[in-house]
């Protein structure tokens, strides 16, 4: 399975568009890159996967580079609500997630 | 449709006992698995089931049994609890039908567990 590399962690002004960045150099053809966020201790909540095309749904679009090797996501008016750690992982067939440390999100007033 | 239901949502243990960690799903999932969290770090996965009678190790499988009787209950079972099981665990399911990557995992909301 693919690994992940996402910044720590980064800052966003409430009402602007929060990019959270995500290495996956080693991703296979057939691996989706989801994206998951998790909010003080609670469930890992689903957010947006893609393959090879941009997708984008009523919580977020996913900017996917041409070779695959990283991808966007985009909230595209972060509120304080958004504040939450956000996980990139590449899922492969077996359909298991590895979950890296993901990127803290903290967006202000 | 509750989706994925965790019971209990706290409890404590001393030392050598046991217990089971209840899950439950709703949403006729084939795939469902089993995920711990310790602080400030990742879900690391313990155990996964791809259906009824079918069960398979994740990364951190010791110290843990699961079994998969009916396609909604995947309960994980702690032996002989010990303070390094002390974490948050987290059940998930997702459908395993057809394109298996294409389909997205839906978690409960996770029971915290401490060992005494």
């Known amino acids: 399975d693919a690994k992940t590399t996402q910044p720590t962690s980064m800052d966003c002004a409430e009402g602007r568009a929060a990019n959270l960045p995500c290495n996956h150099s080693t991703i296979s053809g057939n691996e989706y890159v989801y994206w998951y966020r998790q909010i003080h201790s609670q469930g890992p909540q689903y957010i947006i996967h893609?393959?090879?095309n941009n997708e984008t749904n009523e919580m977020a679009s996913l900017i996917i580079t041409e070779d695959r090797k990283s991808s966007t996501l985009i909230l595209p008016h972060a509120t304080l609500r958004d504040t939450a750690v956000y996980y990139c992982?590449?899922?492969?067939?077996?359909?298991?997630?590895?979950f890296g440390q993901g990127t803290t999100l903290q967006v202000k007033p | 449709n509750a989706g994925v239901t965790q019971t209990p949502k706290f409890r404590i243990l001393k030392i050598g006992q046991s217990m089971t960690l209840q899950c439950t799903q709703d949403m006729n999932h084939n795939y469902m698995y089993w995920y711990r969290q310790d602080p400030g770090m990742g879900l690391k996965l313990i155990y996964y089931s791809v259906g009824a009678g079918i069960t398979d190790k994740g990364e951190v499988p010791n110290g843990y049994n699961v079994s998969r009787s009916t396609t909604e209950d995947f309960p994980l079972r702690l032996e002989l609890a010990a303070p390094s099981q002390t974490s948050v665990y987290f059940c998930a399911s997702r459908p395993g039908r057809d394109n298996r990557a294409n389909q997205p995992q839906h978690f409960g909301d996770g029971t915290r567990l401490s060992i005494l």
């Open positions: 992982i590449v899922m492969s067939n077996t359909g298991k997630l590895i």
């Open positions: 893609g393959l090879k």
